[in-house]
């Protein structure tokens, strides 16, 4: 199992949107529609914005979506908040396993 | 409200065992529906899965740390562990437990604990 790849850091303004990309191979990504994404603020743990893809839990809002095209998963964060600056990982399964991306860090200029 | 709660030594000795309990309060960890996991994060780097398991004690590890690691459940206490044995600085990370959305084993974790940190030094 290898680690999915994101870009290290990704920013925008207030109100503006951003995409952050998640890519896997044909193992892990390309082959499930099981890629989940995290948002960690500092020294908390992990929350799940986004499962199956394109799935949002309870009381997330709807300013965070979810897409997949091939081996390529992205994470879009519309009408940027202050609040959503933090680390963001995208993860996959993979055939009974979990692979995790290695983090993107959002700035909000 | 689900609630879930890492405890163990904080400090464990190279070559030795590190060992991790995961109470869960607020929810059954015997319900059908739901896998549970551990995940770890080394200081300043990422996320990496170490297993999952089932009530009925069916376990799913990281192919990486397969040889080392050993997860259990006690449904009469309510919680479940993690052992990983051998131990080396590269294990210093902080340990989450969490639970797996429902309906696949190891789709998303939907609930997790606060972490603990575990720092393997002599």
């Known amino acids: 199992q290898s680690a999915l790849t994101q870009p290290p850091s990704a920013s925008g303004s207030p109100g503006q949107s951003v995409t952050i990309s998640c890519t896997g191979t044909?193992?892990?990504?390309?082959?499930?529609?099981?890629v989940s994404w995290y948002q960690q603020h500092p020294g908390k743990a992990p929350k799940l914005k986004i499962y199956?893809?394109?799935k949002r839990p309870s009381g997330v809002p709807d300013r965070f979506s979810g897409s997949k095209s091939g081996n390529t998963a992205s994470l879009t964060v519309s009408g940027l908040q202050a609040e959503d600056e933090a680390d963001y990982y995208c993860?996959?399964?993979?055939?009974?396993?979990?692979?995790f991306g290695g983090g993107t860090k959002l700035t909000v200029l | 409200q689900l609630q879930l709660q890492e405890s163990g030594p904080g400090l464990v000795k190279p070559s030795e065992t590190l060992s991790l309990t995961c109470t869960v309060s607020?929810?059954?960890?015997?319900?059908?529906?739901?896998?549970w996991g551990w995940v770890r994060q080394t200081p300043g780097k990422g996320l990496e899965w170490i297993g999952t398991?089932?009530?009925?004690?069916?376990?799913y590890y990281n192919p990486s740390l397969k040889s080392r690691v050993t997860i259990s459940v006690d449904t009469s206490k309510i919680q479940f562990s993690l052992k990983l044995t051998s131990v080396t600085a590269a294990d210093t990370a902080v340990y989450y437990c969490?639970?797996?959305?429902?309906?696949?084993?190891?789709?998303?974790?939907?609930?997790w604990g606060r972490g603990t940190l575990v720092t393997v030094s002599s």
């Open positions: 398991i089932y009530y009925s004690g069916s376990t």
């Open positions: 993860s996959s399964y993979a055939g009974s396993g979990v692979v």
């Open positions: 044909s193992s892990d990504v390309g082959v499930y529609n099981y």
């Open positions: 199956e893809v394109s």
């Open positions: 969490a639970r797996v959305t429902p309906g696949c084993v190891n789709c998303a974790f939907d609930y």
């Open positions: 607020g929810g059954s960890i015997t319900d059908t529906a739901y896998y």
